[in-house]
Nanobody, 112 residues
Framework: QVQLVESGGGPVQAGGSLRLSCAAS?????????MGWYRQAPGKQRELVAT???????NYANSVKGRFTISRDNAKNTVYLQMNSLKPEDTAVYYC?????WGQGTQVTVSS
């Protein structure tokens, strides 16, 4: 059974930084498949933040380009999201994604 466990969320002031981590287990195919991060703010639909393919190609939502960086460590089956210059509108629950699986989510709250 695939499990995705996120960590690294919390409160932060606008302009600050956070680094999210997602540790994956239960599959031998993580290193060759895409993984990513989505987020869901209160009253809004879940939306793509960033994805990274098995060979490291990345894709970002326009709203986070230049501020967020997604990376992965295939030896650790872990994907990261470095978030810089955070804005109040980045406040959301952030979910790790792999194939048809989701993590439990980690709350990021950015105060102005």
């Amino acid at each position: 059974q695939v499990q995705l466990v996120e960590s690294g969320g919390g409160p932060v002031q606008a302009g600050g930084s956070l680094r999210l981590s997602c540790a994956a287990s239960g599959s031998v195919f993580f290193s060759i498949n895409a993984m990513g991060w989505y987020r869901q703010a209160p009253g809004k639909q879940r939306e793509l933040v960033a994805t990274i393919s098995g060979n490291g190609n990345t894709n970002y939502a326009n709203s986070v380009k230049g501020r967020f960086t997604i990376s992965r460590d295939n030896a650790k089956n872990t994907v990261y999201l470095q978030m810089n210059s955070l804005k109040p509108e980045d406040t959301a629950v952030y979910y790790c994604w792999y194939s048809s699986y989701w993590g439990q989510g980690t709350q990021v709250t950015v105060s102005s």
